[in-house]
Nanobody, 125 residues
Framework: QAQLVESGGGLVQAGGALRLSCAASGRASSSDTMGWFRQAPGKDREFVAGNTWSWSGGATLYADSVKGRFTLSRDNAKNTVYLQMNSLKPEDTAVYYC????????????????WGQGTQVTVSS
């Protein structure tokens, strides 16, 4: 039974944009913190962005590599989190994973409790 389901990946040209969506269900839907990670071939899974709802009025943290280009948003009524990706670069190519955990944004993937199946993002040049 899926807890997190991503969608919205695809193939785009450099400079283009994509919007990823992640729908939470079951136990994952009660998680306070939602985030996005990505993993390129042969690379470790890395933190992209995260949001914790209960602290700092809804604080959002971005990796330096995507700051100013990516925007995380969430619709708690629909248990959905989004990642708007603009000005995409070839180095953004990866499988993007939605993740959820308790209160607090943590960049280490080991401490996130729920994971989606991943959605492929490919940026060509």
């Amino acid at each position: 039974q899926a807890q997190l389901v991503e969608s919205g990946g695809g193939l785009v040209q450099a400079g283009g944009a994509l919007r990823l969506s992640c729908a939470a269900s079951g136990r994952a839907s009660s998680s306070d913190t939602m985030g996005w990670f990505r993993q390129a071939p042969g690379k470790d899974r890395e933190f992209v962005a995260g949001n914790t709802w209960s602290w700092s009025g809804g604080a959002t943290l971005y990796a330096d590599s995507v700051k100013g280009r990516f925007t995380l948003s969430r619709d708690n009524a629909k248990n959905t989190v989004y990642l708007q990706m603009n000005s995409l670069k070839p180095e953004d190519t990866a499988v993007y994973y939605c993740a959820a955990r308790g209160i607090g944004i943590v960049t280490l993937p080991q401490v996130w409790n729920y994971w989606g199946q991943g959605t492929q993002v490919t940026v060509s040049s």
